[in-house]
């Protein structure tokens, strides 16, 4: 069966520290691997797409990588506005099902 | 471009009332649309999608149902409602393999 892990649970960082989030996963096939950020009381809002094995995306002070069994969100010198969830999902070659991690809440104190 | 519109944004139900949730979305064709709900602190859970009007594959066995009367409208309903069945519920559409979410309903069942 599918799975997606995602460590920590929560991150608490001061503004400047950089961090990376992970989200673990098993899937038969990958056809793509998902990143969100959630804001409290809002649905999430798309960050990325990875879909093979080396792959990087960056944007503003996030960059997401991905290999065969993992991915890193990495934050660099983050400010409080990057405060939110963090949620990572794969989505299964075979059948096309998306399955999201429960997330990572990450607090960013100016 | 494309917008998804999902209300309302809170909703406060009895036990044994009925729901209905609705998410339209514009700017776009024949999308799939999706139901889930997001329990605190857990993945997003897949409750039903549509790939067309009249459509609809259901995910788990609910006390919810849901509907696609037309191309760009999808409910979410209930006869009678559970506590069990507070939560998040959010709806979403795709392109590319990328699910995209609206703002989402928060519904408590009391």
């Known amino acids: 069966e599918d799975q997606v892990t995602q460590s920590p649970e929560a991150l608490r960082l001061q503004e400047g520290e950089s961090s990376s989030l992970n989200c673990s996963y098993t899937?038969?096939?990958?056809?793509?691997l998902f990143w969100y950020r959630q804001d409290p009381g809002k649905g999430p809002e798309f960050l990325f797409t990875?879909?093979?094995a080396g792959e990087e995306k960056e944007k503003e002070r996030l960059k997401a990588t991905l290999t065969k069994k993992e991915s890193f969100l990495h934050i660099t010198a983050p400010k409080p506005e990057d405060s939110a969830t963090y949620l990572c999902?794969?989505?299964?070659?075979?059948?096309?099902?998306?399955?999201f991690g429960a997330g990572t809440r990450l607090t960013v104190k100016p | 471009s494309q917008t998804i519109h999902q209300w309302p944004a809170t909703l406060v139900q009895p036990v044994g009332s009925p729901l209905s949730l609705e998410c339209t979305v514009e700017?776009?064709?024949?999308?799939?649309l999706y139901w889930y709900r997001q329990a605190a602190g857990r993945g997003l859970q897949l409750l039903f999608y549509?790939?067309?009007?009249?459509?609809i594959s259901s995910e788990v066995p609910q006390n919810l149902s849901a509907s696609r009367p037309q191309d760009r409208q999808f409910i979410l309903s209930s006869k009678k409602l559970l506590l069990s069945d507070s939560g998040f519920y959010l709806c979403?559409?795709?392109?590319?393999?990328?699910?995209?979410f609206g703002a989402g309903t928060r519904l408590s069942v009391l």
């Open positions: 979403a559409w795709s392109v590319a393999n990328i699910q995209y």
């Open positions: 899937v038969s096939g990958l056809r793509g």
């Open positions: 990875l879909y093979s």
């Open positions: 999902a794969v989505q299964d070659a075979r059948n096309n099902d998306m399955r």
């Open positions: 700017g776009t064709s024949n999308p799939n």
């Open positions: 549509s790939v067309g009007i009249g459509q």
